[in-house]
Nanobody, 117 residues
């Protein structure tokens, strides 16, 4: 049974930083890309970043809106996915979701990030 649990959300001011983590329980394969999505108030859920599964190789991809400010990474042995967010903007206020396997895959419950101006 796959389980994803996010942590690290909170409130920061514009320009601040936060690091999200997602603990993954369950067996993954190299076809299961690991990713982060977010959903802002009144908007649809959108892609943030993704990279290959634990112990797997491949490309890391970012949404244009976060490239050069956010960094996605993973700790293979611990089965933890991270999202380091820097230079946060008010538009980054959203619930951030950990994901395995794309939109039709597995989701965490999300963690709230609030960026105040």
């Amino acid at each position: 049974q796959m389980q994803l649990v996010e942590n690290g959300g909170g409130s920061v001011q514009t320009g601040g930083s936060l690091k999200l983590s997602c603990a993954v329980t369950g067996r993954t394969t190299c076809t299961d890309r690991l990713g982060w999505y977010r959903q802002a108030p009144g908007k649809e859920r959108e892609f943030v970043a993704a990279l290959p599964g634990f112990w797997c190789s491949g490309a890391t991809v970012y949404a244009d809106s976060v490239r050069d400010r956010f960094t996605i990474s993973r700790a293979h042995a611990e089965n933890i996915l991270y999202l380091q967010m820097t230079i946060l903007k008010p538009a980054g206020t959203a619930i951030y979701y950990c994901n395995i396997g794309g939109p039709s895959g597995y989701w965490g419950r999300g963690t709230q990030v609030t960026v105040s101006s």
